[in-house]
């Protein structure tokens, strides 16, 4: 879906915008206005106006994006004439300043708007190109998949460990319990995994991290070599292996929780910092009517 986004109905936005943009540049070069160009003459508050309207739309298309039933056009469509007529703003605006800038609000919401529409690029690249790299990294399967394959390997691990008695029961129970994977955003991003695991050595127990499966991978290989029968040590074995799987496992879903969390992040810049750009817009409009 999002790869259409860009070429929506052979691009019409895109050309939509680029008449805006060409009006716009034609405007400007034509508008005589007897000083030097600024927001304050009759074609500065014209295309500041449009720029105003263009904003308040966009904004409500945020709105309006969520109510799919609606019958105004596909999601897919605004979202297309979104970006496209998102990015003339920058010419709009700038041109409706004159590209005069000062230490005021006014500036300041031309700044929070090429913050917004920055943040919103990053939300097309990422809509392109991570769900390709998500899917990659599943090999095609869905995440609930993973989610199964881990639980049936926890399963396995479980009925070994009882064969193998109490001591390994309660090891793999406690990694069971205690795998945990990307619980705050920010675990997600940075790909950090806060497994533990309970091991008992001679009397004593520790709960020490189990990062990557490595303690727990270590704790079965020492048992391995001190098992005595060879039955124990084909069962060990088939534990060990099973948590190599374990390990693969919660790589991938690691990985898919962290593309996850970056195709989502940029959002976290765009929908504050719309409130932020309406506020010092408002501030903008309101100001000049005061003081104009
Ligand atoms: C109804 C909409 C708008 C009206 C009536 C309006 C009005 C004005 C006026 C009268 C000025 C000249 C002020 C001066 O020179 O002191 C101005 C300048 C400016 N406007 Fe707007 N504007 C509108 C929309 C916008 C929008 C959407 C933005 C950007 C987000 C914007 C950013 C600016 C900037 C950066 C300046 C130049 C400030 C400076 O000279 O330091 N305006 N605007
Ligand atoms: C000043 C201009 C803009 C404003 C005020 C604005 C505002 C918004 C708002 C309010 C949403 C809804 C977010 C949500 O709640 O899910 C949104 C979504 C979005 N915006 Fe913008 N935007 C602007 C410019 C842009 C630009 C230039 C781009 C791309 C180049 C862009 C890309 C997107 C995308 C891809 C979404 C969809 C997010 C989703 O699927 O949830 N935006 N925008």
């Given at each position: 879906m999002h790869e259409s986004i860009l070429a929506y109905r052979h691009r019409r936005y895109l050309w939509l915008a680029l008449a805006v943009v060409a009006a716009s540049i034609a405007g400007y070069w034509w508008?005589?206005?007897?000083?030097?160009?600024?927001?304050?003459t009759v074609f500065g508050y014209t295309l500041g106006t449009i720029g105003a309207f263009l904003i308040g739309w966009l904004t409500w298309f945020g709105i309006r994006k969520r109510r799919y039933s609606s019958t105004l056009g596909t999601v897919q469509g605004w979202l297309s004439a979104h970006v496209y007529l998102g990015l003339t703003l920058i010419v709009v605006v700038l041109l409706h300043s004159g590209f005069q800038f000062g230490w005021n609000v006014h500036t300041l919401a031309f700044v929070i708007m090429v913050l917004v529409i920055a943040s919103g690029l990053f939300g097309v690249y990422a809509y392109m190109k991570y769900p390709e790299r998500m899917s990659l990294n599943r090999g095609g399967a869905p995440r609930s998949e993973l989610v199964d394959q881990l639980e049936e390997i926890d399963r396995r691990s479980l009925r070994v460990a009882e064969q193998l008695g109490p001591e390994f029961h309660e090891f793999v129970a406690s990694g069971v319990q205690r795998t945990q994977l990307g619980a705050t955003l920010w675990d997600r991003i940075r790909g950090r995994d806060r497994s533990q695991v309970l091991l008992r050595s001679g009397g004593a127990t520790s709960v020490v991290s189990n990062k990557g499966q490595e303690a727990a991978l270590d704790w079965v290989a020492e048992q391995q070599s001190r098992a005595g029968d060879a039955e124990t040590q084909a069962a060990i074995g088939e534990l060990s292996a099973l948590i190599r799987n374990k390990r693969r496992l919660l790589k991938q879903l690691g990985e898919d929780l962290k593309l996850q969390a970056i195709v989502e992040i940029w959002l976290y810049a765009h929908v504050p910092l719309t409130a932020a750009l309406l506020a010092a817009l408002t501030v903008h409009i309101v100001t000049v009517f005061l003081y104009w």
């Open positions: 508008h005589d206005p007897q000083e030097p160009p600024n927001g304050g």
